[in-house]
């Protein structure tokens, strides 16, 4: 029997193949670069605050509270434009919002890095970095949906998942080791990353053809928006959009408020630069095992239990992290006991859900739309939350208030099981 020919073994990606990964590539970047620009300055909160409020005590609860609002405020700012930008693109087109939108990003960050000693100046770079990084985020996926076909739809918008996690990874890190040179350092470094990013769009990137099929933003303004919300919790998706609500609003209570309470509840009396290292660290480990979760392990774990049975676990994982969290002595018990669950939980949910959504509604562009509104909603009030129950309940009080959420949905996604199972069947 002769062997089968080269082409039969393995087939050569042709050239539009080619230049739609290429295109993905860069829109990965651009998002890579948002993330870090969210990510980077998360270490650095807590010394930004104290200046910017004029506080003598590194231990006044105010900066976690304040910390909170900055985190809060950004994203809430997302959460608002992202559909304006969406819908901007559809009539001007995606690269002139892109480009814009890296424009801002430079000129934000380079901004807040400037703001050292102006809380007033920090809240205004991050709501005006907010505005201008969500049009990145919604006019990607616009970008991405309008370049791949359908049966290759999950893969593009895979590729911008996988930015996200890595910016987020890499963002912290970052943070932390250009916060030794300096307190503005890794915003400007950020900054530079978006003009170079800008450029290379400008020169490489062509403006995508519009495709008749291509769904996933959320039409209409912000009021039909959160009608469309509103409806859609009543619906037979509803239960699963409150899960994606609940599970980004517990871990945006870590996000909000760790970095002052390392500061000021496990390592007081640290020195600026050890508390900003360290605190970029552990983001990055944090990240890294959802990255290792939701890149190499998702697959055969949902092949082998199902996304209704990761969805479970994966809250109950988070509980049980959460109330542990507050009871942590030091930080070495922290990373290696209640941190691992709470990440392995999170990257465990975030994937699970998703697809649950696009299996069991009937429009899964829009159905996914729906649940990005609600992850960003969750984005803008978890951190919030968090900064009020820092100052006015407690440091400890905004993780026991995650574990309250998670321990209640777990109970929920226990009761539904059987309903996120027909969502497969």
């Not at 049966?151 to 943070?175: D, E, H």
């Not at 968090?386 to 026991?400: I, S």
Request: proline letters at 7%; a positive charge; aromatic letters at 10%.
């Amino acid at each position: 029997m002769s062997a089968p020919p080269p082409d039969a073994a393995k087939k050569e990606l042709s050239p539009d193949d080619r230049r739609m990964h290429v295109n993905l590539a860069l829109l990965a970047l651009a998002v890579m670069i948002n993330v870090l620009g969210f990510s980077i300055i998360i270490p650095l909160i807590p010394d930004f605050v104290q200046r910017g409020l004029h506080l003598s005590s590194a231990q006044d609860p105010r900066i976690g509270e304040y910390g909170g609002w900055l985190g809060a405020s950004y994203a809430l700012m997302q959460f608002l434009f992202a559909p304006f930008w969406g819908r901007l693109s559809d009539r001007i087109g995606r690269k002139p919002i892109l480009l814009g939108s890296l424009a801002g990003d430079a000129v934000f960050y380079t901004l807040f890095g400037l703001s050292s000693h102006n809380i007033e100046g920090q809240f205004a770079a991050r709501i005006l970095a907010g505005i201008f990084s969500s049009a990145s985020l919604a006019v990607a996926q616009a970008y991405a949906a309008d370049i791949t076909p359908p049966s290759l739809r999950a893969m593009g918008l895979g590729y911008l998942g996988a930015a996200f996690g890595v910016g987020f990874v890499l963002g912290p890190a970052l943070g932390g080791l250009l916060g030794q040179i300096g307190l503005g350092w890794p915003l400007f470094f950020s900054s530079l990353l978006a003009l170079g990013n800008l450029v290379y769009i400008w020169r490489v990137l062509p403006e995508p053809p519009r495709r008749p099929d291509q769904a996933g933003q959320v039409p209409g303004g912000f009021r039909a928006r959160m009608g469309q919300m509103a409806s859609a919790v009543t619906g037979p998706v509803g239960f699963l959009y409150l899960l994606t609500f609940a599970v980004t609003f517990a871990f945006g209570n870590l996000e909000g408020t760790f970095t002052a309470y390392l500061k000021q509840h496990l390592e007081p009396g640290v020195s600026t630069r050890h508390a900003i290292a360290v605190a970029g660290g552990v983001f990055a480990y944090v990240g890294v095992l959802i990255v290792v979760i939701q890149g190499f392990l998702i697959r055969p774990l949902v092949k082998r239990f199902g996304e209704p049975n990761l969805v479970v676990v994966g809250i109950g994982l988070m509980a049980l992290g959460f109330l542990l969290f507050p009871l942590a002595p030091f930080l070495a018990v922290l990373l290696l006991g209640p941190m691992i669950p709470v990440a392995v939980g999170n990257g465990l949910n975030g994937p699970s859900l998703r697809a649950l959504v696009s299996r069991r509604a009937t429009a899964q562009g829009a159905a996914l739309g729906l649940s990005a509104s609600f992850d960003s909603l969750a984005r803008a009030t978890g951190p919030a939350t968090a900064g009020y129950l820092y100052k006015n309940v407690g440091q400890t009080a905004p993780y026991w208030c995650a574990g309250l959420v998670m321990s209640l949905c777990f109970l929920f996604a226990l009761s539904r099981r059987r309903a996120m199972a027909e969502a497969i069947e």
